[in-house]
Structures are given as structure tokens and as C-alpha cells.
């Protein structure tokens, strides 16, 4: 455990850790290039160190060196039975079924508790449409499975739950299905595997309206590639929240990814009232740049189902930043922070309440009233990551010292978040 004091101020220059998402996509596409890839400033987060141990558990060479990640292309070799341990990662879980699912491989997927306890019949199910051979051991609808790599078809499919993981997993069985895949998503979600699809030359198509977009993906060969991985906005924004809430001579944040389907919270904090200015340094794959966020006075908002995928892992942050906010938020449409790494939803409004916030739990989402002074109090993240970060945050701004539990947890996105945070707050 922690122990975390009052803060008044967060100042300075962040570049923040590596984006965990782009990271994820580069290896698992590295893997299936034609040829060596190069990533450069992957991510040493625990969920992608699980990506790469899959790999090499598959028998992909992946060299580290100081500088650089390099990983051999050309697929799986035929007829390779293994069991994978996806441990804390919902996005390996997810991804790896789609890229394995088309490969002639044996292969048993496993995972710890909580990943156990999370729903993979969302990706499995249009899976076994396209013709992939998957099996639950335990539970239905839950790790362990067994997957058996066949042939695929492609499919038209109509995403029921917004999520990047399982359009990802599509995509990457559709790179070797028979025929087309279209993927129709009516709420958008982050991009980054189409814009790598695309990088790599992929043959994909994508279709964007204001009902949504719709992603063609037709068997192709993918060129290898070098990429270096930008900053990651989710990690970014438990420092945006900091500089918002208590105000120094401002936040600098630089190399930050700034993909506009990450970009969520940014829009809501300045829907709120805070001045926050981007500059884009680069945009091929990925939007790149610097964000510059000083301290202002927040105003209630309110957050509906559209706009949340764009946001979904900042949203218990926004929830925090609402306590300090003046008039009612209210957050709608976010029910899938109850299947994360654990129910975002209750266990954020568990802790605010100890610190004597005024939130109140809804199905899908919050309903908060600002502003409240919180006090100090002990927290538990029950092994989440973010919620970990949520609730240092709270504690910053509260009254007194606060004691989060297992705070060691912040390694499965952000090994160094207590550095950066020590380093930006203290006088
Ligand atoms: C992710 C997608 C989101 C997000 C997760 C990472 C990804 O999950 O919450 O942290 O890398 O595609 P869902 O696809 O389940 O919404």
C-alpha cells in the first residue's frame, strides 16, 4: 500500500509512458508481417510484456534490445500446441483469439481471476460465425477455452457492444478469412488497428457516417514495418485531471498520442470549462503531439453513450474530476466499466464515497454533485490499474492523507506512474 498526501500543485513536463493499446496491435501484427518489423518505445507495461510472452510461448522470435523491439514475421508454424497465459490482459485475450483463430495451431487460452471472470462470448461468437473452432472448459462465455485454428470465411457483423478489442480481433481474422469481412460499428471506437491495417498495406476499406462506420477487411499480405509508439493519452490523463484540479504553472504533456477516438476526456474537461491547448507534431500512423492544460474553474457535465467509447477508460477519472466540479454530472451509457479489470462502476463509487463525495452509482454509469471536499481515507482498487490512478488522484485533492492498497497494481498500464507522479507534484 501507499500512502498519498495532499498535493497543491501538478507542474511541469510529462512524456508519458508508451501507449498500451499501439503497443498490443504492433506486436501481434509484427507477428503475422511479412518480414521483420521494428518497433521503437514499445511499452514495458505488464499487459504488453503478456503479449510478448504469448508470442514467444507460439515460438515468435522477438529481440529486445536498448533501443528497439524487432519481431520476425511469417505467421505460426503449423500444427504448434501450447497454452497461453493472458494473466490480467482482456486485449491479448481478445486479439490473439482473432489471429489465431484462421492458423493451424492448438492452443489453450487461460487467464487470471479477474480476466476469468470477464466476457469473451462478445469475440467468440462472431468468430465461430466466420467458422473458428473455440471451446469453453469451465463456464460458458468465460476463459478457459480451447482453440482450434481452421479455415475462415468472411462475415457482414454488426458489433452489439462498442469495442475496439473484438472489431480488432475481426479484423485480424479476416486478414486470412475467404471473401470479405465487414465489421459495422454504430458507436465508433478507437482506431489504431485500422490505421496499422493501413500502414501495412492491408486491403481495407473504411466507411464513415453519421450512423457510424463500416470496415471492410479482405485476405491480405501484410508488409513488415518500423514504428515508433507515441505517448499514451489514457496514462496522460490521470496528470491532465491532477493539473486541472490543482492548478501550478501549468502541465506540459509532449510525444502524446492525440488519435481523436482517444480523445474523450480532453473534450469533456473543456466542455467543463478548462482551456487546453494540442499542437500536432505528426500524423502518420497516429496523431502525435503536445497538450497544455493549466487549472480553471469546472463546471458539471453531461456524458452520454456516444460519446463514451472515446473516453471509456478515463471515464471513473472524469467522475473524479466531477466531484470538484459545480452542478450535477451525470454519465450515461458506460454499463461496460462494470466488466472491466474489475466493476469501475461500483468500486469507484465505493472509495468516493468514503472521501465523502456526493456520487451515486447508476447502471450504467454515475450521478455526481460538486463541488465536495473530500476527506482522506483508505482505498481499494480491488486490482485495477486505473482505479488504482483514480483514486490517487482523489487522494491529491483531499483533506487529509489517504492509503491506497495494492498500488503496485499501476504496472499493468503505467510501471512508472508513482515517479512521474512524485516528480510533477511535489514542492
Ligand atoms: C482496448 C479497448 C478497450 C479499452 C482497453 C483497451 C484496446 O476495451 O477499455 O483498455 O486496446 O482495444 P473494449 O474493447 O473492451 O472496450
Known sequence: MIKISPVTKCEGMLIPPPDKSISHRALLLGAVAFGKSEIINLSSADDVQTTQKALMT???????????????????????ECTIDCRNSGTTARMIMGLLAPEKVFIRIIGDDSLTNRPMERVISPLKRMGASITYLDRFGY????????????VRYKLPVPSAQVKSALLLAGLKAKGGTTIIEPRPTRDHTERMLNMMEADILIKRSDSGSEIRINPSELSNFKMKIPGDF?????????AALCPGKGLTISDVNLNPTRLGFLEALRAMGMS???????????????????GGSLNAVVIDADKVPYMIDEVPLLAVVATQAKGKTIIRGAEELRMKEADRIGSLVEGLIKMGASIEATEDGFIIEGPTLLKGATLNPHGDHRLAMCFTVAASIANSDSIIKNEEC????YPVFYQDFNRLTLL
Open 58 to 80: 507460439l515460438g515468435k522470435k522477438i529481440y529486445d534490445t536498448k533501443s528497439s523491439v524487432t519481431i520476425e514475421g511469417k505467421g505460426f508454424s503449423e500444427g504448434k
Open 143 to 154: 476463459l478457459p477455452v480451447n482453440l482450434k485454428g481452421q479455415d475462415l470465411h468472411g
Open 234 to 242: 489514457s496514462s496522460a490523463a490521470y496528470f491532465m485531471a491532477l
Open 276 to 294: 487546453i491547448r494540442m499542437d500536432l507534431d505528426d500524423v502518420t500512423p497516429e496523431p502525435v503531439g503536445k497538450i497544455f492544460i493549466n
Open 410 to 413: 499501476v504496472s499493468i498500464s
